[in-house]
């Protein structure tokens, strides 16, 4: 990647309603950024396997390779096939930017596998609000059961683990982190800028083509549009207050969040 490649990967991540989508379309306004793109859900599984390979090396992954160092750079080669070909298919920009929410937990193994090229960007949301945002989801996917306090605690946790796991790793400057709630102010927006090696992520409409997100339970009526941080769902129930608190205290003090 590094001799026929781009020169700087991009990936963006954050717990899933974070607010991963709109960072990733304002990063894709720069010209020399790639164009706005879906989702590299697909990707995700060479990551995890680089993971699992690691933690089964000495039962398993050491048979088939000299060293972790071999095995590391089999990973690498594999994970360059699936990003040359996204590459190609969006016009070949100095800079890949690519986005899955899901990718935040394995970020530290992409950092090791693209300790060169890579770069990690983080948006942080207040958690009442992702979990109102997955309440949505739920109803939006006609589900036969109300949203209950499990499934406000299963999404509390699972924002705990995608956090914990980037602030907890090491990535020599090659990460970015902030609240989703500072995006609009142009002294984050020129920070992001600068750390991906741009000077113009405003200057241009953000968005590719609008497509129609009305059957899409995932999709938000702020798509496709300038940014608008302002509230838009109804605040969280007290009950459900109560559990995301308890588990994503760490996270909330470390944001400031009340």
């Known amino acids: 990647m590094t001799a026929s490649g781009p020169d700087k990967i991009v990936f963006v991540g954050g717990a899933p309603r974070s607010g991963t989508t709109v960072t990733h379309a304002l ?4 010209p020399s950024v790639s164009q706005y793109n ?5 990707f995700r599984g060479i990551p995890s396997a680089f993971v699992n390979g690691r933690v089964a090396w000495k039962d398993h992954t050491s048979a088939f390779f000299d060293d972790p160092e071999a095995f590391r750079l089999h990973m690498r080669k594999t994970a360059d096939l699936s990003l040359m070909h996204i590459w190609d298919r969006l016009d070949r ?33 207040h ?3 992702v979990v109102r945002s997955r309440e949505e989801v739920h ?13 406000a605690a299963a999404v509390a946790r699972e924002y705990l683990q995608y956090y914990r796991a980037v602030l907890a790793h090491n990535f020599s400057g090659r990460h970015l982190m ?5 995006l609009n102010g142009p002294s984050l927006q020129e920070t992001i800028a600068k750390f991906i090696g741009v000077s113009d992520l405003h200057a241009r ?3 590719g083509d609008a497509p129609d997100v009305s059957g899409d339970a995932w999709g938000s009526p702020k ?3 300038p940014i608008n941080l302002d509230p838009r769902l109804s605040p969280l129930r007290a009950e459900f207050q109560d559990v995301v608190r308890t588990i994503c205290a760490p996270i909330m003090t470390r944001f400031g969040y009340s």
């Open 205 to 207: 409409p953000m968005w």
């Open 27 to 30: 990063i894709c306004t720069s």
């Open 178 to 182: 902030f609240r989703y709630e500072d």
């Open 93 to 125: 920009t100095p800079i890949l930017a690519l986005k899955d929410p899901h990718l935040t937990p394995l970020f530290p193994a992409l950092a090791s596998l693209y300790p060169d090229i890579g770069y990690f960007v983080t948006v942080c949301r």
């Open 139 to 151: 109803a939006k996917s006609q589900l036969d059961r109300p949203y209950s306090v499990q499934d």
């Open 223 to 225: 798509y496709h549009q």
């Open 127 to 129: 958690p009442f609000d």
């Open 38 to 42: 879906p989702e590299i859900s697909f």
